[in-house]
Structures are given as C-alpha cells and as structure tokens.
C-alpha cells in the first residue's frame, strides 16, 4: 500500500493550490502573477512526472486536478491510485494504492474515472492533515497527507464503505464517487455517479461524513420521500426507488456561511419520462445545502423533466460581482444547455431574469414532455441551441451536401426538442455546453471563462415489447457526423468563451483546437470538442487543455488571443492547477488522453514554469 518513502518537499514561501476547485469555492484563480502576459512566451517544462502505468500497460486517462499544499502535490492516477509528489521536482515523496490487496469491492461506476482528491487539516502547525480520495467502486479512504498511511480511525481501518447507512442493498449497482469530495470545517462532502438507467439504478443522494470518524453526519435525499419538500413533483409512486439526480460533478463550499452547492444530474432514466412524470426535483438543480445539517437552503431548476441527459455536470463557481450598483455574493452555474445561471447566494433568487419559453410536446407514447423550460434572458447562450440547414457543416459541398441529406430526415431541429422514434437533433449534445470541467471566475473583472463543445447528437428511441422491463431504449450515444467524421454542425467545433458577469454579455469568444489535417486543407481553425477545463490567474492568463490535439495553451484574459501553446505526450483531458514553491511560479496539469476522445494514452503530469534564472 506505501511505497518508498521520500523528504518532504521544501514548505517556504509555498502558494497553494488547496482544493481541485482552487479555492473551496471553486473559483479557479490564482493571485500568482510571476507567470503573465509579458512573458510567458518563455514558459518551458519544470518536470514531468510518469506514474508508470503507461509502461505497465495499464494506463488509463487521469482527469484529477492536482492539489498542491505546502509545497507537496497530491494526484489520482488511471489505475485511481495517490501519489504524493515534491511540487518543485515532481519527485515522488509516497503512492498509496486502494486496491493493493484486492481489486475494487464493487464494480466501478461511470467507468472508473477520477477527478482528484479532498485535503483536510485540523488548523495546527504539526496537527494532522488527511488525504480523503474517494473511489469509483463506493469506497472513501482517509489517508495521512504526510506518510501515505491509512488513517485507522477512520471508518474501517481508514476506509468507509459508502453502501452502509442506506436502507437499499447496492452491491449489484455502480455507486461511487468520481469527483473529488468536498470540505466543510470536519466533514467531508460526497457525491456519486450511479446508473442513469433504463432500469434500476442507485440514489444520487447527497451524503456527508465526519473526517475524523467516517461517521455519516447527513444525507440529502435528490428524490424527495413523502412529506418532503417538492415531492409534489413526482406523479404518483414514481418517487420510489428513483436512481440518478446526482452531484457526481462535486461541490463548491462557502466556508463563511456554512453552504454546500452542487449541481444535479438528471433522474433516471435519461432519455425516457413516462414513468416519473412532473418536473422531477431536485433532478438538473442547482441547490444549496446548510453543510452542517443537510437541509434545504434554495434551489433552482436549470431544466424541467429532463429527455435530453443534461444533467447538471459542474458545480457552480462561487462568485462576486457587481449587479445594478451593489457588489452581491453570487452563485454561476453552466450547464449543458449552454447557459449561465447567475443567482443570488443567499436567497436563490436569479439576478438576471431567466424566462419559461415554450417547448415543443413529445409525440412519443407515454411521455409528457414539460410545455416551457428556463432560459435565461443575460447572458447570451455560449455554444449552439439549434441546428438549421443554415446551420450545417461548411467545411467542404460534398460535406454540407451529405449532412443536409440526412439532417432532412430527422426531427427536432427546434430548441428542447423531445427525443423521437424518428431520430432528434440534440443542440448542444450530450457532452454540452459546459461539460464536468465547468468554468473559472476572476474577481478582478468579474469574468466567467468556460469551454463550450458545439457537437450534436441524434437521439433515437427503439420501442420495447410488451414485456419488456422498459418500454424504450436508445440505439446509442450517437453523435451527428459528416461522411468524414467530422462534426455535421458549422464550426467552430469548440471555443473558449468570457463572459461578463458584472454585465451578463459575452466579452469574447476563441476558436479552441485544431485538426491539423484540415488546417493543411486551407480550412480555416474548427476548433475541437474539449474535456478540460481552464484556470485563470492574476497575470493575465487563462490555461486550458481539454482539446483531442492534446495542447496545452495560454489566452490573454482580456482579449482572447492565443499567447502560447505545448504540445502534451498525450491530451490533457483535464483542469489544470498552478501554485508557487519558494516563489517560483508553476502551472501543472494531468496529460494521459484516452476517454472520451479515444486519442493514445500517457500517463504524465507535466510542470511549467518560467526557465531559472543562471
């Protein structure tokens, strides 16, 4: 379970990197300016760190933000293990594997992927510090920031199984975190990803632990039981064993006032409501919690009775802006529908007007589909809502000509169109919009950076026979492409957006990635779907990773141009982080591709910074 043991990194003059959100309320921004727009032309490698899975054949894509204390990196590997590194060297100081004994108790939910950990301390100069990594199989480890150890009074032996304390039996179920907990002072925050159906799947319930003990504190249920505010929004019994409605993209924490937010997926089973007709709370909310006993603080529905999977895939970033003359404490959601979300903290209330438009009715037997969804008049949308003839991919005529062809033959070209025997067009897709890397926010301008994928999908309903568990399922999580692969949507195909929070206006937007096959046609940048977020600091600088051409790039925060640009061993299909160890400036981030956009796999976490003064 430990590996060989090495001196701790140096801890003077470190800026930390406390939580994969940046902050505990998930800003993503950095005071750090050493690394700015004046020079970052000179930005070179400072380490790289491989965790040797590659070499072992077993490597898998990392998409953990790195955390960085007191000048020691902690990171999740592929294979879900912790590695403790020098944050100045990438040396490696101790590694942790949770499966060293056996391999995983259950089986792993969403795949086994695993966006980084939770770090604790108990606020005293040589006091403890826990590393709380949660994994996909339904496990939480406390583990002992400086040995590597399991902390044996935590849990069982250091592990809590995350099955107990429910009144359901989940061994045959994928339950299991795949987000980095949260905390809250002496507890530890935990969502889950679970099935999302058809059939049975788990509750996305939001639960939380005391860090010491492993003892569940309290237990949020999304589905709310009889009696329960916004039970009303479920017809009949359609409540009962109701899987999904989940936080599996993890928390923001206001320390100050003692507030959990998440943002919730979508109620099983994703693409089919004839079951489980109504507005389905707390499913697509975003929600905010007192982190001490569970409760219901606010909420807000960003999608009613969703048909669609988009779920919620982000926390939202805790924020201040500046709205009719008043500074307000904020609360920015982006979803998968493209929009922002911008709401009061304390009370929920929107501060830009956010509208019901109509949307179109199901045709499809048994579904109601909801008659109006939320948009919200500022800002704008950041990707594509729709996808007309004028719409298609322009990249070559027998490209446009192929893809209208078949774009004649689907349905559902309007906004919130309902899935279809026939086939629907789904703008944005399954993916987004904002997919789990969610957005950054800068406090100095008021400024929200946030990736968008345009890349559709069909969505095509296969009705069941009549004994069948389900009455329809889906023939795939099919994207809409050209003869040649590419997205049947005009580019660009990704971009990186700022947006003004302080105005509710889209500042600029930036064609982000390539497909350098196309560039060599003449063909002007597409840009390319992203799974990555990005991180923005006080010189200057937005960093972000994400595309399939696996760079790693730097924009000018106030204009959108590309200033620099790396190319990865692999994509960096994840946040990046940066901090300073004695006053040297780095930014890291996970580079091991694979996933979603099926490109060769690596297993590096890559340093930058400034080259050393001779």
């Known amino acids: 379970m430990l590996s060989h043991c090495q001196p701790q990194a140096s801890i003077s003059l470190a800026e930390d990197w406390i939580a994969v959100g940046g902050d505990r309320g998930c800003m993503r921004y950095s005071q750090l300016q ?72 259950y089986a792993l939910a969403s795949g086994g992927v695993n966006r980084g950990v939770a770090y604790w ?47 359901i039996d989940l061994s045959q179920l994928a339950y299991g975190p795949t987000s980095a907990p949260a905390i ?3 507890a530890v925050i935990v969502g889950f990803s679970c099935g999302e159906g058809p059939g049975r799947s788990a509750p996305g319930d939001v639960r939380a632990f005391d860090v010491r003990s492993g003892r569940q504190l309290w237990r949020f249920h999304t589905v709310p039981r ?16 109701r899987g999904a409605a989940n936080a599996w993209g993890g928390y923001s924490v206001d320390t100050q006032r003692g507030l959990v937010f998440a943002g919730l997926g979508s109620a099983a089973f994703d693409f089919y409501g004839g079951d489980r007709k109504g507005a389905n709370l707390f499913a697509n909310c975003t929600i905010a919690l007192d982190g001490r006993t569970g409760q219901r603080v606010w909420h807000f529905q960003t999608l009613h009775h969703d048909l669609w999977d988009h779920d919620i895939p982000t926390y939202p970033n805790l924020v201040s802006v500046t709205h009719q003359g008043r500074r307000i404490d904020a609360v920015a959601q982006v979803t998968k529908t493209g929009y922002v979300f911008l709401f009061d903290r304390e009370s929920g209330k929107p501060l830009f007007e956010v509208k019901e438009v109509p949307a179109p009715a199901s045709d499809v037997n048994g579904e109601e589909a909801w008659p109006t ?19 298609v991919t322009d990249i070559a005529p027998e490209n446009r000509e192929f893809v209208l062809a078949k774009l004649r033959e689907l349905k559902g070209r309007a906004q919130f169109a309902p899935p279809s025997l026939e086939g629907t067009i789904v703008v944005p897709g399954f993916h987004g919009g904002a997919t789990w890397s969610g957005a950054c926010f800068d406090p100095e301008t008021g400024m929200l950076y946030v990736n968008a994928n ?53 500042a600029w937007q930036s064609v982000l990635g390539e497909y350098p096959e196309l560039t060599a046609r003449g063909i002007p940048q597409t840009g390319t779907a992203s799974f990555g977020g990005s991180i923005v600091t006080a010189g200057g600088l937005v960093f972000i990773g994400g595309t399939r051409d696996e760079m790693f790039r730097a924009f000018d925060k106030h204009t959108g141009k590309l200033l620099w640009q790396h190319k990865l061993p692999a994509g960096g299909y994840a946040t990046p982080c940066t901090y300073s160890v004695d006053g040297r400036q780095y930014v890291a981030i996970a580079a091991s591709g694979g996933g979603k956009l099926g490109t ?14 001779p």
């Open 226 to 241: 009889p009696g329960e505010f916004g039970h009303e929004t479920w017809e009949g019994d359609s409540w009962k064993d």
């Open 454 to 506: 345009n890349q559709p999908n069909i969505l095509t309903l296969v009705a069941q026979p009549e004994d069948a568990a389900y009455p329809y399922r889906i023939t795939g999580y099919n994207k809409f492409l050209d003869q040649q692969g590419y997205p049947a949507i005009k580019p660009p195909w990704g971009t990186l957006n700022a947006i003004d929070l302080n105005q509710g206006t889209i």
């Open 121 to 167: 301390s108990d606020g005293l100069p040589d006091g403890q510090r826990r590393i709380l990594h949660g994994t996909s199989d339904g496990q939480l480890f406390s583990i002992n920031a400086k040995t590597g150890e399991l902390d044996r009074n935590f849990g069982l032996n250091g592990v809590k199984d995350l099955r107990e304390d429910l009144e």
């Open 34 to 105: 050493q690394v700015s727009s004046q020079n970052i032309d000179l930005l070179t490698v400072a380490w790289e760190f491989q965790t040797g899975e590659l070499a072992e054949g077993t490597a898998r894509i990392m998409e953990c933000t790195p955390v960085v204390v007191e000048g020691v990196m902690y990171i999740t590997s592929g294979k879900l293990k912790v590695v403790a590194l020098d944050a100045a060297t990438g040396q490696e100081i101790w590694r942790f594997d949770p499966f060293e004994k056996h391999g995983p108790k």
């Open 600 to 613: 060769p796999t690596a297993d590096s976490i890559m340093a930058f910074a400034l080259p050393l003064s």
């Open 373 to 391: 969804q939320p948009v919200p008049v500022r800002p704008p949308a950041f990707c594509r809502v729709t996808m007309s003839e004028d719409e």
């Open 184 to 186: 809250l002072d002496d």
